[in-house]
């Protein structure tokens, strides 16, 4: 979407390695902040998100957290396992109910 | 629970063809979007319902996209005549309540190729 950049574009980190995804979005008004998994050949799935009322939250190994301010957001993997490897796609509303624009992905690969 | 549903999954057509793919949401999801995927980039949106009506269509190529979803459940995108540019998947989503409340659930996408 053109209101969501994401970087890096690929990223490549070997296992139990930490990863970090970025996001930037320009719609101050965007209140919730989902981030998508996507396996080859398969449909987008959610695995965290994060509403504007909070900066961090954690699930497991994977944690978001957003500054408004400065209107960014990332994705933290930590002890990453091959099984990680997958496109992720971080997204933002582009106002308060709208449909999501999405970023053009981070392909992150986990080597053994 | 079954998932949101597409069909085809797969659509191999010439060009100047018609061709149509069918999108049933998760049972009680009011809210249904069709998004197009090209090949290393993100979904981006076609047209938003919110039950039958389309709220969100600005980034819908009218001239040869149109989409329905008659009784506010079941929707089809069609594409006439197709170009060899409009050849990636195309996917169905649906939640709850609009997309800043609620989850987006994926479908498999319908892969289309424009020969």
């Known amino acids: 979407g053109e209101n969501v950049e994401q970087h890096p574009s690929t990223l490549s980190v070997q296992e139990g390695d930490s990863a970090v995804i970025k996001c930037t979005y320009s719609?101050?008004?965007?209140?919730?902040f989902p981030w998508y998994k996507q396996e080859l050949g398969k449909r987008p799935q959610l695995i965290i998100d994060?509403?504007?009322?909070?900066g961090e939250k954690k699930d497991q190994r994977i944690a978001v957290t957003l500054n408004k301010t400065a209107k960014h957001f990332s994705l933290h993997i930590t002890e990453t396992q091959p099984e990680d490897s997958a496109v992720y796609f971080c997204a933002a509303p582009r106002g308060q109910g709208y449909a999501l624009n999405f970023g053009k992905g981070t392909s992150l690969l986990v080597t053994p | 629970e079954a998932g949101v549903v597409q069909s085809p999954r797969y659509k191999i057509i010439e060009k100047k063809q018609p061709v149509a793919f069918w999108c049933n949401p998760i049972s009680g999801h009011n809210t249904l979007y069709w998004y197009l995927q090209n090949l290393g980039q993100g979904p981006e949106l076609l047209i938003r319902y919110e039950n039958e009506e389309a709220v969100d269509d600005s980034q819908l190529p009218k001239d040869r996209f149109s989409a329905e979803r008659l009784k506010g459940v079941d929707s089809t995108l069609k594409i006439q005549p197709a170009e060899l540019g409009d050849s990636a998947v195309y996917l169905c989503a649906s939640s709850l309540g609009p997309s800043g409340r609620s989850e987006q659930f994926f479908g498999p996408g319908t892969r289309l190729t424009v020969l």
């Open positions: 994060i509403r504007s009322n909070v």
């Open positions: 719609d101050s008004a965007s209140n919730y």
